[in-house]
């Protein structure tokens, strides 16, 4: 039997994530986009599938699927019984059906089925211009009634009236169309009376997204809260490194610096980031480690937190090569479920990503602020200082020095809304950022991180701020490097 090759996207494999979208193609979707020209070019190879088909005429076929039952004819004078001889013949003979409505049909009833036919085959938007129009007419009545509304003001805000809610409501009862547009209405509406009252001063931004069911405006302000609840648990003890025998502050902040390489270097999320530094810090608390056995905790750990985090996370081959081959797979296996066991399996870290895009929307999505605040939140990573601090207070003071670098205004109410910190409480984070940026650079890949244009060079334009008004903030010794710093 021939094969057809006409369309070569059918073919493509549809599991292959790192193919193109559009060769993802359907059977159906395939079929729709041929054009007229390829279905009007005969092909031999669709003939004689159709006459492999049609050339049996005593072929079997199921009870419930034989349409031919219909019309089927008693084979007389030894003639054989017609069948369904192709494609024609089942069009122009007729069904059982179609015989009796046009024997029975008059002339009187012959014009009013012309005329039903004739708004069926006005098109397929006939049907849903006549919904609309009652849709309309219900909606209108109950505005004109209303004495207190405006002309031509929008259905959706005379919905908040009492007046409005009482008139949809007995309009549900009466009419079907009316109740789907009551609920189409009142739904918005709903969700709005979740929000808590806010103050004049603050802007009620979760209310914009309320029709965008992948922002969950309605669950935000309990998602954020239970965020802060847990990174109380999630905070390492800031003082972990006194309890190290081989260990010190440079050598965690060299490590660190190496992990913000290897991240760049796989292309991994920010989030997996700050999830692998926790890991470290988390599992240093807890277990005195070896100087000869550091790397592998932070590589370690950058392993546990792609699995975590990433879609695709990276083999553990990458991982064992950008050590240099200093340990096995083997090790690096084992060290995971040394790690896992002691951290009890519990790696649910609010990130300070996520606050970041929480504040970032009352700072109106700013790219440029916002990528200055990256660079200032994987600050807390490298410098020790930070650890004492949360996440959610990492990522406020982060976003209040961005808007000082790049003078976006002041910290205004809804900016502490969000933020869940005022200017007095963000202070101490923020005199350390800048005695930080301030000082010299000893994390050479942190920098060139986010030196490059990629980021819009935050670490140039940060440093350059920070060390011309570091003397007004009371830092003073800030020639000397951090690791001179106690």
Do not use: C
């Not at 005379?158 to 949809?168: P, S, W």
């Not at 207070?393 to 790049?406: D, F, P, S």
Request: hydrophobic share 35%.
């Amino acid at each position: 039997m021939p094969v057809r090759t006409r369309n070569p996207r059918s073919v493509t494999n549809e599991n292959d994530e790192n193919s193109n979208a559009t060769a993802r193609v359907t059977r159906a979707k395939s079929a729709a986009t041929l054009t007229v020209d390829e279905l009007a070019i005969p092909t031999k190879a669709l003939q004689t599938k159709k006459g492999a088909t049609n050339a049996n005429p005593t072929r079997k076929r199921a009870a419930l699927g034989d349409v031919s039952n219909v019309t089927k004819v008693e084979p007389t004078e030894g003639k054989k019984p017609v069948g369904r001889t192709g494609l024609v013949s089942k069009a122009a003979q007729p069904t059982g059906i179609q015989k009796k409505t046009t024997t029975t049909r008059s002339t009187t009833t012959s014009k009013e089925v012309n005329k039903k036919t004739e708004t069926k085959r006005s098109g397929p938007g006939s049907i849903v211009a006549q919904k609309r129009k009652t849709l309309s007419t219900t909606t209108t009545n109950t505005v004109v009634k209303d004495e207190n509304s405006e002309e031509g003001e929008p259905i959706r805000k005379k919905a908040h009236t009492l007046d409005a809610e009482k008139k949809t409501k007995t309009e549900v009862k009466t009419d079907e169309p009316a109740r789907k547009d009551a609920v189409l209405v009142e739904a918005p509406v709903a969700s709005e009376v979740e929000e808590p009252g806010l103050p004049e001063a603050i802007q009620a931004l979760d209310s914009e997204d309320l029709d965008d069911p992948l922002m969950v405006a309605e669950y935000a302000n309990d998602i954020f809260e239970y965020l802060r609840d847990l990174e109380v648990k999630s905070v390492p003890n800031p003082q972990y490194m006194s309890h190290q025998d081989e260990l010190e502050w440079k050598t965690r902040g060299i490590l660190i610096d190496w992990l913000v390489e290897v991240h760049t270097r796989f292309h991994l999320l920010p989030e997996t980031l700050f999830l692998a530094v926790n890991i470290v810090d988390r599992f240093l608390s807890e277990k005195v480690v070896q100087l000869d056995r550091l790397q592998l905790v932070g590589i370690t750990a950058m392993f546990i937190a792609s699995k975590y985090e990433e879609v695709l996370s990276p083999h553990i081959a990458n991982f064992r090569h950008i050590a240099d081959d200093g340990f096995t797979e083997n090790e690096i296996l084992s060290a995971e479920r040394f790690v896992l066991a002691t951290l009890n399996y519990d790696l649910s870290y609010p990130n300070p990503m996520n606050f970041l895009r929480r504040i970032s929307k009352a700072d109106n999505y700013d790219i440029h602020s916002r990528t200055v605040g990256k660079y200032l939140m994987e600050i807390s990573l490298l410098d020790h200082r930070l650890l004492a601090y949360r996440p959610s207070h990492v990522a406020a003071a982060a976003m209040y020095t961005a808007r000082m670098i790049l003078n976006r205004g002041p910290w205004d109410a809804t900016l502490v809304h969000y933020a869940g910190y005022t200017e007095e409480e963000i202070q101490p984070v923020f005199l350390l950022m800048v005695d930080y940026m301030s000082r010299p650079v000893i994390h050479e890949a942190f920098f060139k991180k986010y030196a490059s244009k990629k980021f819009l060079k935050a670490s140039i334009t940060s440093r350059q701020w920070a060390k011309k008004n570091a003397s007004l903030y009371g830092i003073v010794d800030n020639h000397l490097p951090l690791d001179e710093v106690s």
